[in-house]
């Protein structure tokens, strides 16, 4: 098996010779842990005094989130009211992460 190949959920063999042909075998088996999908990135245009909840837009539940407005830390993206561009960072419990972008305008 090439190393390209190997599988999650398999036990694997590597073997390692050298040129005086010591060798030695390790097993070893992958966990492959898949990233969740929070779906489209989104842009959106209102009429200021708009309140817009950005939870919304993603399919974040059980995953754990932090959002960004610009770059800042945004703490209650329920009640976004600013133009800018928010980020969401949703995370499994084993790491794997997506991140989602809003973009959000509002005019006078």
Do not use: M
Not at 51 to 78: E, H, R
Not at 87 to 108: K, M, Q, W
Request: aromatic share 8%; charged share 5%; proline share 6%.
């Amino acid at each position: 098996i090439s190393p390209q190949s190997v599988n999650g959920g398999e036990q694997n063999h590597l073997i390692v010779q050298n040129n005086a042909g010591c060798a030695d075998t390790a097993l070893f088996s992958l966990q492959v842990n898949l990233s969740p999908s929070l779906g489209n990135d989104t842009a959106l245009a209102l009429c200021a005094p708009a309140v817009v909840n950005l939870t919304t837009f993603f399919a974040a539940a059980g995953l754990q989130t932090s959002w960004t407005l610009n770059g800042t830390p945004f703490n209650n993206p329920a009640l976004a009211n600013a133009s800018g561009l928010y980020r969401l960072i949703a995370v499994t419990t084993e790491g794997c992460a997506d991140t989602g972008f809003v973009s959000l305008t509002l005019y006078p």
